[in-house]
């Protein structure tokens, strides 16, 4: 189910995450029991049932909550809170409005903490913006993009800090149909060109099945994994392709 | 201009003309008491004399000064103030109720008390001007640092910000829209409150100036400071407008 100890990238080993009570609310089991390992350079989807705790994985990898019980670890050690090599892409991107967007992808290599990296701040930026393909809006404001465009500017910001490990959490689910497909091909473009190791929520099966190189199944809350797809499949694949449907609705079947 | 902005341009101001003329004709042809509504010719001719006498800018100046000293204490402890309370909890738990209490009274209610403790000069105006237009910034700059999406919070953590970056790069813009708006509040407030308390208890000032025009029944003068005290709220209100637009030129107030 997960990969040799030693090998994995990341690894959550036996985590469980119970959000506790607050004035007159139960305490929420969100995580039953987590194991589950990425290798590095891997692409790998995790689906489930609305509100199962997909994000939650992602927030928990992100460093923006800690385990009740478990470890979450990065490269053999447990994390300790945020950081730039697991950066995340939200759903609803959280760009900063009052930067422009070449502004925006260059926040990060302007803090002191990303100071000595002896980049050069401007060729990063026209680098990350040109990977995006937003080199032509490098002085408008976040709100007067597109949807998608955000998508790609907030993706380029957690790119020029250089992660390690890309989280995106249902980074296509507010986008209208055909710009998914497009920011699709955008997003394996910009893999296989960075080669990060991805972890990608996504509640559409079908995108899971087009995208991944492994499909992590999660169940309905509290969560725990149902089951890991390996997808053979060379790419880039197409929805119409008969095999990208047979597991799609093996997969589907197994969330009824 | 082109021709369609000519002709709006024309209409706009054609309104303000035919009711400035209609009064004019009004009082020439003693149709209306000239006691209580001198006709605007005569209050023009007060004004030019309050202005090559010098008179205007003795009140202007003494007006003015009080205002400017309020308003600046208002929004230097209230910006502070307000910050503090949305970011430090004891301190919130320990100014809020003070603030609650005092907010309802009307700045005006304490003037009599500033008149005993300040004197009739500057200091009673000052007072009561501070504490009326301190709660506008105080309640909006709490507003806004509170209202910041956390997201924003956490990718800033993520890409390695320290809590100062973040404060300083993250809080205080995206506070600063609701910082903005509680200091035009507060600049309204402050010319309000300052025509009245120089009403109530003053010997020098614009409020003064009409108050003693209205007791020497020169009528054509209480018109005329009403017309002064008219064009500075306008004024004001064009200058936030631009500065507005400078210091702001991303923000929509409604998010797409």
Not at chain 1, 25 to 41: C, T
Not at chain 1, 207 to 229: C, G, K
Not at chain 2, 122 to 137: H, L, N, R, T, Y
Request: glycine share 8%; with cysteine.
């Amino acid at each position: 189910m997960s990969g040799r100890l030693g090998e994995d990238f990341v690894r959550f080993d036996r985590v469980a995450l119970t959000f506790p009570g607050g004035s007159g609310r139960s305490p929420v089991e969100v995580i039953r029991k987590l194991n589950l390992g990425v290798r590095a350079g891997e692409f790998v989807a995790v689906v489930g049932p609305s509100g199962c705790g997909k994000s939650t994985l992602l927030s928990l990898l992100a460093g923006y909550l800690t385990p009740s019980a478990g470890r979450v670890l990065f490269r053999g050690k447990s994390i300790s809170g945020p950081g730039r090599e697991r950066m995340m892409v939200f759903q609803h991107p959280a760009l900063f409005p009052w930067l422009t967007t070449e502004e925006n992808v260059a926040y990060g290599l302007k803090l002191k903490a990303n100071r000595n990296g002896g980049r050069n701040i401007k060729e990063t930026v026209n680098a990350m913006l040109q990977l995006v393909q937003l080199d032509g809006f490098a002085r408008h404001y976040p709100s007067d993009l597109s949807g998608g465009m955000r998508q790609r500017l907030e993706i380029a910001r957690a790119l020029a800090v250089d992660p390690e490990v890309l989280l995106m959490d249902e980074p296509l689910a507010a986008l209208d149909a055909l710009t998914r497909r497009t920011m699709q091909r955008e997003v394996l473009h910009i893999w296989e060109k960075t080669r990060k190791t991805i972890l990608f929520v996504t509640h559409d099966i079908d995108e899971a099945v087009i995208m991944a190189d492994r499909i992590v199944v999660m169940a309905q809350r509290p969560t725990f994994v149902l089951e890991i797809e390996e997808v053979r499949l060379g790419r880039p694949r197409l929805r119409e392709d008969p095999e990208v449907g047979k597991i799609a609705r093996r997969l589907s079947s197994l969330l009824e | 201009m082109n021709g369609a902005a000519l002709r709006s341009s024309a209409v706009r101001l054609a309104g303000p003309l035919t009711v400035l003329a209609t009064w004019e004709l009004l009082a020439r042809f003693g149709l209306i008491n000239t006691l209580l509504l001198p006709p605007p010719s005569k209050a023009f001719a007060d004004l030019m004399v309050l202005v090559s006498s010098g008179y205007l800018w003795k009140a202007l100046y003494a007006s003015l000064f009080r205002v400017v000293c309020g308003f600046a204490f208002a929004v230097t402890v209230g910006v502070i103030l307000g910050m503090a309370m949305a970011r430090i909890r004891p301190i919130n738990d320990f100014f809020d109720p003070l603030v609650e209490l005092l907010r309802p009274i009307s700045a005006l209610a304490l003037f009599p008390l500033a008149i005993l403790w300040f004197g009739i000069g500057d200091g009673s105006k000052i007072f009561v001007i501070a504490f009326a237009a301190s709660f506008p910034v105080i309640l909006n700059t709490f507003a806004g640092a509170r209202s910041i999406d956390t997201n924003l919070i956490r990718a800033s953590r993520s890409l390695g910000a320290t809590e100062f970056e973040i404060f300083r790069g993250v809080v205080l813009p995206a506070s600063l829209p609701y910082i903005f708006t509680g200091v035009r509040l507060a600049c309204g407030v402050s010319l309000i409150v300052i025509i009245a308390a120089e009403m109530i208890g003053a010997t020098v000032g614009m409020g003064y100036m009409v108050l003693e025009a209205q007791q020497t029944f020169r009528t054509e003068r209480v018109f005329a400071g009403i017309f002064v005290i008219g064009l500075i709220g306008f004024a004001t209100d064009l200058g936030f407008r631009r500065l507005r637009r400078w210091l702001l030129p991303w923000y929509r107030e409604t998010e797409s």
